[in-house]
């Protein structure tokens, strides 16, 4: 499975920026779709998935701001920031699991488009 983000750009503080993730295996069956991030020197965190049933979930530091959605036409997953702040700074990338045979679950990862808010 390839997993392709783009959408990532310098945006000011209090500005928007729509993040895309293009799948080649249909988004609608993996067990989860979701957005991670890293910011420089910091770990990997989850920023917002949505579960094949259609339930989004996201952390307190971006409940409000962020939505994750999916678009049948362009089997893609969308992640809407608004009211961006400089923390939101990081690579933003695009994951997906599938299951397989079992209970077998194959994790995928797309590249990473960077995001940069500056205040």
């Known amino acids: 499975v390839q997993l392709q983000a783009s959408g990532g750009g310098l945006v000011q503080a209090g500005g928007s920026l729509r993040l895309s993730c293009a799948a080649s295996?249909?988004?609608?069956?993996?067990?989860?779709m979701a957005w991670c991030r890293q910011a420089p020197g910091k770990v990997r965190e989850l920023v917002a998935e949505?579960?094949?049933?259609?339930?989004?979930s996201y952390p307190d530091s971006v409940k409000g701001r962020f939505t994750i959605s999916r678009d049948s036409a362009s089997n893609t997953v969308n992640l809407q920031m608004n009211s961006l702040k400089p923390e939101d700074t990081g690579a933003y990338y695009c994951?997906?699991?599938?299951?397989?045979?079992?209970?077998?679950?194959?994790?995928?990862w797309g590249q990473g488009t960077l995001v940069t808010v500056s205040s």
């Open positions: 949505i579960t094949s049933g259609g339930l989004t």
């Open positions: 994951n997906g699991v599938w299951h397989g045979k079992g209970w077998d679950r194959y994790n995928y």
């Open positions: 295996r249909s988004i609608f069956s993996a067990d989860t």
